[in-house]
């Protein structure tokens, strides 16, 4: 059964501190592994898709990066309007999304 | 052009009332979702829709829920009766079904149910 699990749950940081998300996956055939951004009261909006260990992506103050079991989130010097939930997803072949819980990101003025 | 469009955006009802919610995706997006989202989870994905067809429907409890997506366009989620544990946020989120975007979601921004 694929699974994701994310870390830390929730996670406050000053503005301009640099941090990680972590998202570990379990899953058999990956076709790709999906990061979303929601904000309160509001649907998730993607933000990057990897398809392969070594895979890297880049928005603005986020980095995304791929392994073979788990992906991270890099925030470079975050903005308060960084504040958000973010999750990660993964799809093997010819199966659903599957999400994690979430990591609730807080950045600080 | 308007993003995939929900409603209503809220809902309260007491227990064993119906409730129906809405969708309308995006403008050619063969494939449509609906996905239930409790406090502090991820999406967990009701039923998917390629055009009028259900083609994954094994999360959808049956017993009371039913969803119907006619025309291959719009598409409506029903409970019937609703219990307590129903409430939650219920996002529709549609894609293409081939190209690029083929398996990038975007979503509505939600209907959240309180069962009381």
């Known amino acids: 059964e694929d699974q994701v699990t994310q870390s830390p749950e929730a996670l406050r940081l000053q503005e301009g501190e640099s941090s990680s998300l972590n998202c570990s996956y379990t899953?058999?055939?990956?076709?790709?592994l999906f990061w979303y951004r929601q904000d309160p009261g509001k649907g998730p909006e993607f933000l990057f898709t990897?398809?392969?260990a070594g895979e890297e992506k880049e928005k603005e103050r986020l980095k995304a990066t791929l392994t073979k079991k788990e992906s991270f989130l890099h925030i470079t010097a975050p903005k308060p309007e960084d504040s958000a939930t973010y999750l990660c997803?993964?799809?093997?072949?010819?199966?659903?999304?599957?999400f994690g819980p979430g990591t609730r990101l807080s950045v600080l003025p | 052009e308007a993003g995939v469009v929900q409603s209503p955006r809220y809902k309260i009802i007491e227990k064993k009332q119906p409730v129906a919610f809405w969708c309308n995706p995006i403008?050619?997006?063969?494939?449509l979702y609906w996905y239930r989202q409790n406090l502090g989870q991820g999406p967990e994905l009701l039923i998917r829709?390629?055009?009028?067809?259900?083609?994954?429907d094994s999360q959808l409890p049956k017993d009371r829920f039913s969803a119907e997506r006619l025309k291959g366009v719009d598409s409506t989620l029903k409970i019937q009766p609703a219990e307590l544990g129903d409430s939650a946020v219920y996002l529709c989120?549609?894609?293409?079904?081939?190209?690029?975007?083929?398996?990038?979601?975007?979503f509505g921004a939600g209907s959240r149910l309180t069962v009381l």
């Open positions: 403008s050619g997006h063969n494939t």
């Open positions: 990897l398809y392969s």
């Open positions: 989120a549609s894609s293409p079904r081939t190209g690029a975007g083929a398996n990038v979601l975007t």
């Open positions: 899953v058999s055939g990956l076709r790709g």
């Open positions: 997803a993964v799809q093997a072949y010819g199966q659903n999304f599957v």
């Open positions: 829709y390629e055009n009028e067809e259900a083609v994954d």
